[in-house]
């Protein structure tokens, strides 16, 4: 893989696929559904913030989120919901506004790059810190796909994508509510897409 490069080629599909012993097409899939196949938005790396999270990584940083929420209810919330995602660059925005309250916890509050991993994965996929990982994030799509060949071995996800087990795969992946954004579904569609061509 060369790292020079920030878009990652058929090549390095190829390879990872290879690497983790998976059909080409489930990397492919996962790679659409969950970014559209683009890690970058401009020079930024795609990111969606999610409010809750940075809700609980404030608590787990010692801070009361309630104390912080008079003009932050877009960034800061305790349940989930889509209700204030903005999508592309401006997903940025709402980071810089929760790096305003803390910065560590608002930056493991994203999701980031092709992949979308979340940025509170930073300690048990082994990096350094959550800045070396942001870092790295920045860099290139072959750290987005680094990342994600390391989340797939944590957590023990590389079974369940061999056996076609969606379901179980975007439990694990993308939480308990996967059901609500057919998450499964549209992986198996993108898998039998790429399948075919």
Do not use: C
């Not at 969950?34 to 990111?47: L, W």
């Not at 903005?86 to 803390?102: D, F, S, T, V, W």
């Not at 957590?155 to 059901?179: C, M, S, V």
């Amino acid at each position: 893989m060369n790292r020079n490069n920030r878009f990652l080629s058929e090549a390095d599909l190829i390879q990872a696929a290879e690497k983790f012993e998976l059909e080409l097409p489930i990397i492919k899939a996962v790679n659409e559904v969950e970014s559209g196949g683009m890690g970058f938005v401009g020079s930024k790396p795609k990111i969606l913030f999610e409010g809750h999270v940075f809700w609980k990584q404030l608590e787990r940083a010692g801070l009361k989120p309630n104390d912080h929420l008079n003009g932050n209810e877009k960034v800061l919330y305790k349940k989930w919901t889509t209700q204030f995602y903005l999508g592309g660059l401006k997903e940025h925005n709402r980071l810089e506004q929760a790096k305003l309250i803390n910065e560590a916890a608002a930056l493991e509050s994203a999701s980031w790059g092709l992949f979308q991993i979340m940025g509170n994965n930073w300690k048990s996929l082994g990096y350094s810190s959550i800045n070396e990982f942001v870092t790295l994030m920045h860099q290139n799509e072959g750290a987005h796909l680094e990342a994600f060949g390391r989340f797939l071995k944590v957590n023990k996800l590389i079974e369940p994508l061999q056996k076609l087990q969606w379901a179980k795969f975007a439990r694990r992946y993308n939480g308990a509510g996967f059901k609500k954004n057919k998450y499964d579904e549209k992986l198996e569609r993108a898998y039998n897409k790429f399948k075919a061509t």
